[in-house]
């Protein structure tokens, strides 16, 4: 994972930890875009994952349902704290991480569910990509839970 998007990460997570509410975010990658992604899934995040709703989606639309998951306000016993003023620089991080990775020119963007062997503790919301940029091939993975 290149340092520039795990910083950038990981300041997306601390912006957002809140009331009885956390957010975890993985890059993966990146990885051979010639391989399956069930292998590639084993290999960089856990031998036990299984998968469903594999669906090719436009880059603007994952790009959307990521914004919107970050910017989750959710409710009075699970939020992100001051979340308001916070939402320009979390979506200046999201788009310097994703710019990092080249996702503008992606030729392939693929959204997933995990049936086991989810990375983190979905509660809130969650969000899977395969994306594949230039041979390259980089999964994000995104979740809040409490």
């Known amino acids: 994972m290149p340092n ?12 957002l930890y809140g009331l009885n509410y956390a957010v975890s975010l993985r890059l993966y990658g990146p990885s051979n875009s010639e391989q399956g ?25 994952a790009k959307t349902v990521m914004t919107n998951c970050l ?3 959710g409710d009075e016993c699970s939020q992100p704290l001051e979340l308001d003023s916070k939402k320009t ?8 991480m994703l710019s990092t990775i080249g996702f503008e020119s992606a030729e392939m963007v693929v959204e997933f569910c995990f049936i086991q ?9 969650d969000f899977a990509y395969d994306i594949h940029v230039k041979d390259k091939r980089w999964i994000f993975v995104g979740c809040s839970s409490d």
Do not use: M
């Open 117 to 125: 062997g989810h990375p983190a503790y979905p509660v809130f919301w």
């Open 89 to 96: 620089e979390i979506i200046n991080l999201l788009n310097k």
């Open 37 to 61: 992604l069930i292998e590639t899934l084993k290999k960089l995040i856990a031998e036990d994952c299984e998968i469903s709703g594999v669906l090719r989606t436009s880059s603007t639309e």
């Open 4 to 15: 520039a998007s795990s910083d950038e990460l990981k300041q997306i997570e601390h912006l």
């Open 71 to 73: 910017l989750y306000k």
